[in-house]
């Protein structure tokens, strides 16, 4: 048996749909994400796990100061170009939208500072950029610790722990 604790609080619609997937190849029960594709807590016959959000800062907010031409942020003594992307809000019923986005090195900007500040502020946060996840999409065909830890080796998102258990007898966390 796995226990863990989600810290989620009850509420109506619940969080959690708790469902069961067989195919020919694997078979997985558990709790997931209404929408999501993978069982945030749950089992395979073999493998079992359950998770929670490590509650961490993964932002950082920077103040920047703005160039002349408005497009450009100070690197020490100089001012470097931003990257300058056009992002189109599609409104329901409406007109789309076009909000031109500067993305500095460190991540986009996403407002002016604040009161009595000079330039903008951007954004660093560890969801800001793609990278590749497996974690929770291969779980169904975990079948030892060994798996379970590469299955997250390249985890991009913020801190989640997990614990895992098997009909080994292996427990890790």
């Known amino acids: 048996i796995v226990a863990n604790d989600p810290h989620l609080e009850p509420s109506l619609s619940p969080h959690w749909y708790l469902a069961h997937v067989r195919t020919p190849d694997w078979a ?7 929408g999501t594709p993978a ?4 089992h395979n016959g073999t493998a079992a796990w359950g998770g929670t959000d490590g509650c961490v800062d993964s932002t950082d907010l920077f103040v920047e100061e703005s160039g002349p031409d408005g ?4 690197e020490g ?7 300058v992307r056009q992002e189109v809000i ?6 789309s939208v076009t909000e031109e986005v500067l993305v500095t090195k460190r991540g986009p900007v996403i407002g002016p500072a604040l009161e009595g500040e000079v330039g903008t502020i951007s954004l660093c946060a560890t969801w800001t950029q793609p990278k590749p996840s497996q ?5 169904p065909c975990v079948h030892s610790f060994e798996e379970f830890r590469h299955a997250f ?7 989640y ?3 895992y258990g098997d009909t080994s007898g292996t427990i890790g966390w």
């Open 161 to 163: 722990n997990m614990v």
């Open 135 to 139: 974690g929770f999409l291969v779980l």
């Open 153 to 159: 080796s390249s985890w991009p998102f913020a801190s």
């Open 39 to 42: 069982f945030p807590a749950g």
């Open 77 to 83: 003594d100089h001012f470097v170009p931003c990257e």
């Open 28 to 34: 997985i029960a558990g709790a997931c994400l209404a």
């Open 90 to 95: 599609r409104v329901k019923g409406g007109s």
């Open 71 to 74: 497009k450009s942020v100070r």
